[in-house]
């Protein structure tokens, strides 16, 4: 516990020398309940297969197109099995091994809605897991797609004769990476995710007409997350869990970088025979002194293999007044035997 919290003071003076960006990736206020989500090293890590789905509508009622995003995602673990007799292609027969319970695999089906700017696409990752005494080292790499397009209805042109009209609004497919890396243990875990590591970029317009002034490069994104669950002293039934989730773009450490921005979450959830949850987050935005900050209301239950999330994100600024917050649902199904977990319990 001690370790643990000069690990989240250093995090907390590491972003004072920080300073975010305007949102190009999705973000989550569930980032616990699907961390898959954002790290691909996840993908399979507890030896259980999940079936997610999670939709989030920002700043609801401000206006009709506010930001809003859907995705449905699926991750497995390919279970160690034995030794298989099979035929050889000559004839006889040999023994061939089967899975090590080692992979990890996991696909994500994404639409983010940003304004005008549609994302549509999906993901495929593929993960290793590696035990290390009493702890999982897992390491992610996942290859995505997507196509942006903008919604003429929702987009004013200065100049209708635009060469970039053709591009948005027939649509663009950009392919990228990304990259993850998550440390499991009994009572804690840490990852850092690299997204968008290629730094693809939406290049406007036709191709004979396009240079460098009409190509927009997306920023690689680093994400920082972290949590720490510890039981009651003589009521083990009750939980407590620590977390939080730092989002930093174009990392450097110069104050006046203006390029270099962060997001950064701290939360604090209490769990009752982990089939009940409720907790807090408190979120900053932009530069840290700003007051684009948020509190973040999570609820959650468990009915056998269901998982039902829900988040209410509140600003504390002067915009809330004139909406009536963000909201986010999350659904899951697992399935699988959680003592599969760790490996002091039971080998994948």
Partial sequence: MKNYLINILFLGLLLNALDMRGQQMPRYSQYIMNEFLINPAVAGYDGRTSLNISARKELLGFISNTPETYSFSAQSRILKK????????????SFKPTSKG????????????????????FQFTYAYHIFIRNSQLSLGLAGSIFQFKVNGDDFVYKDPNDI????????????????????????YHV???????????IQFGKYTDFNDKNSTPFTRHYYILGAYRMAFFRKPQWEVE???????????????????????????????????????SFRTSEELLSNNKELVLILGVKLNR?????????????????TVGSHEITLSLKFGDTSRRYRWLERY
Avoid at 85 to 93: E, N, V
Avoid at 167 to 185: E, K, R, W
Avoid at 316 to 321: G, I, M, P, V
Wanted: charged share 15%; net charge positive; no cysteine.
């Fill in 306 to 322: 269901y998982y039902i999330g829900y988040a209410f994100d509140y600003g504390l600024n002067n915009l809330s007044r004139y």
């Fill in 242 to 280: 620590y977390s939080s989730l730092i989002r930093v773009t174009k990392l450097t450490f110069k104050q006046d970088d203006k390029d270099v921005r962060y997001t950064a979450d701290l939360s604090v959830k209490l769990l009752f025979q982990r089939q009940y949850w409720a907790g807090l």
């Fill in 191 to 201: 990852g850092l995710a690299v997204a968008q590591l290629f730094k693809s970029s």
């Fill in 102 to 121: 080692r992979v990890g695999l996991g696909v994500n089906f994404l639409k983010d809605v940003n304004v005008a700017m549609n994302r549509t696409g």
């Fill in 82 to 93: 034995g030794f298989s007799i099979r035929p050889g292609f000559l004839g006889g027969t």
């Fill in 164 to 187: 970039v009209i053709d591009g948005l609004t027939n649509g663009i497919i950009v392919p990228d990476a990304n990259f993850g890396v998550n440390l499991m243990t009994q009572n």
